[in-house]
Nanobody, 117 residues
Framework: GSAAGSGGGLVQVGESLKLSCTAS???????GIWYRQVSGRQREFVAG???????NYEEFAKGRFTISRDNAKNTVYLQMNNLKVEDTAVYIC?????????????WGKGTLVTVSS
């Protein structure tokens, strides 16, 4: 199994992007986390969603970003509004859940978000 992140791109300050992270296979109790990383800096937490649908956000994401999921599509989303230059980073997803009798966890390939002024 694997996960694929997508949806990044080049936008201007104030614009929006929606990232997707889709896991392969048949997964239940899907939960996911979005991280981001700037070259030369540590990866940082952005937002997470539990299997029960509870969400939490890093301070910089509150009020601007929304994490959600579609269980039928094995997909976790990150809607990002009012983007700022400092949101420029590679966004990386981690999704986990139950497939058959096994716990599975996948990291998606990062998707680059560039916000220009």
């Amino acid at each position: 199994g694997s996960a694929a992140g997508s949806g990044g791109g080049l936008v201007q300050v104030g614009e929006s992007l929606k990232l997707s992270c889709t896991a392969s296979g048949n997964i239940v109790s899907l939960n996911g986390i979005w991280y981001r990383q700037v070259s030369g800096r540590q990866r940082e937490f952005v937002a997470g969603i539990t299997a029960g649908g509870n969400t939490n956000y890093e301070e910089f994401a509150k009020g601007r970003f929304t994490i959600s999921r579609d269980n039928a599509k094995n997909t976790v989303y990150l809607q990002m509004n009012n983007l700022k230059v400092e949101d420029t980073a590679v966004y990386i997803c981690n999704v986990a859940g139950i497939s058959g009798r096994s716990h599975v966890e996948y990291w998606g390939k990062g998707t680059l978000v560039t916000v220009s002024s």
